[in-house]
């Protein structure tokens, strides 16, 4: 049995529970099922999971079934995110819009066909040198900020992909993903009094990974805050060519 089909099972056992209990859905840690191993194959098995064995596609897996918090209830599809497995850049967002939950994609309305020209403006695109993600994988109803224990359920989903990825450079678009980031940063599940994201733009800052290595960061403002203040789009312009010239100078583009 795939850890897949393992996690619906758990998944279908909460809900019959909840139901039972009167109908509240329990909020639960994301579940971490392996595969089954074929008999005689315990030791390759093992091996794989001592060095770390981990896929995108497993995550996005995982992602699709999970109810680790309450916005699996209002969701129509998780959007685990997308892009190349190698990429220059890692693009963070804060969470799934109306048309991201509809189409299970991360940024393809307004918002995202504006970053689409932003990344396009400096050489880098999803299809070739980028992946694409949020903060939380299933959209907050009525586009609210995510609350701080949905972004915690989602939080090993997004670290695990920034392990695997390991980008050039991490962008975090607006304050949500910025201060989340940034925090962890600092040893915190994000910064105990939010700053603004004009204060945490146009600096580079060292994201943890592991004890041996740091990807540096860049913060600027949501495409989404372009959209409603045009004023914006100079200093977010600014802060692409810096992006520009740090991949340029690292040998990326």
């Not at 039972?20 to 994301?30: K, Q």
């Not at 299933?138 to 090993?156: K, Q």
């Not at 994201?197 to 004890?211: E, N, Q």
């Not at 041996?212 to 805050?225: E, G, K, M, Q, R």
Request: aromatic share 6%; glycine share 12%; with cysteine.
């Amino acid at each position: 049995m795939t850890g897949e089909q393992k996690t619906a099972i758990a998944s279908f056992l909460d809900l019959s529970a909840d139901c039972l209990a009167g109908g509240y859905a329990r909020p639960r840690e994301p579940y971490r099922f392996e595969d089954d191993r074929e008999p005689g194959d315990a030791g390759a098995g093992a091996a794989g999971t001592e060095a770390g064995e981990d896929s995108l596609e497993g995550i996005a897996a995982q992602v699709r079934s999970c109810r680790g918090c309450g916005l699996w209830g209002t969701r129509t599809n998780a959007v685990p995110g997308e892009g190349v497995s190698s990429p220059l850049v890692l693009v963070i967002g804060e969470g799934p819009g109306a048309d991201e939950d509809s189409s299970g994609r991360p940024f393809v309305g307004k918002a995202g066909q504006l970053l689409d020209k932003m990344l396009g403006s400096i050489g880098l695109s999803r299809e070739r040198n980028c992946f694409i993600a949020n903060v939380v994988k299933c959209r907050p109803p009525e586009n609210r900020d995510p609350l701080p224990g949905e972004a915690e359920a989602c939080a090993p989903f997004l670290a695990r992909q920034i392990r695997l990825l390991r980008p050039r450079l991490i962008l975090c678009m607006g304050k949500v993903a910025a201060n989340r980031l940034l925090g962890e940063c600092n040893g915190l599940p994000g910064f105990r009094e939010p700053e603004a994201i004009g204060r945490l733009r146009g600096r580079f800052y060292d994201y943890p990974v592991s004890p041996d290595l740091s990807i540096p960061l860049l913060a600027t403002y949501h495409p989404s805050a372009l959209l409603h203040n045009e004023d914006l789009k100079r200093p977010a312009w600014e802060d692409l060519k810096k992006l520009r010239a740090f991949l340029a100078e690292t040998g990326g583009i």
